[in-house]
């Protein structure tokens, strides 16, 4: 069974940072570029972010570049993104996707092969 499971969100304070992971099982990790997608309620979905297959290119929304940083670490089938001096719009519920196009990670959310079931992060004072 394939798994993406994201941890790390919760609650900060504007200008905090927070570190969101994205644990997979199931697939070959190396095999996918890697996205993250974040969607507020009511609203659509929104890239945030993607990693080729190796680390060696990352994508970022203008929303959020110099902000957030993704990274991957291969051996361990997870993928991280840091994100810093977080704004109240940033409060999302942040999806990462594994991209079957190793060479790809954005800017689109569109045909991932596998999603996981989200993380909420809220920016808040």
């Known amino acids: 069974e394939v798994q993406l499971v994201e941890s790390g969100g919760g609650l900060v304070q504007p200008g905090g940072s927070l570190r969101l992971s994205c644990a997979a099982s199931?697939?070959?990790?190396?095999?996918?570029?890697m996205s993250w997608v974040r969607q507020a309620p009511g609203k659509g979905l929104e890239w945030v972010s993607g990693?080729?297959?190796?680390?060696?290119?990352?994508y970022y929304a203008d929303s959020v570049k110099g902000r957030f940083t993704l990274s991957r670490d291969n051996a361990k089938n997870t993928a991280y993104l840091q994100m810093n001096s977080l704004k109240p719009e940033d409060t999302d519920v942040y999806y990462c996707?594994?991209?079957?196009?190793?060479?790809?990670?954005?800017?689109?959310?569109?045909?991932?092969?596998?999603w996981g079931k989200g993380t909420l992060v809220t920016v808040s004072s």
């Open positions: 199931g697939i070959t990790f190396d095999d996918y570029a």
């Open positions: 990693i080729n297959w190796n680390g060696g290119s990352t």
């Open positions: 996707a594994a991209d079957p196009l190793r060479y790809g990670g954005g800017p689109y959310y569109y045909g991932m092969d596998y």
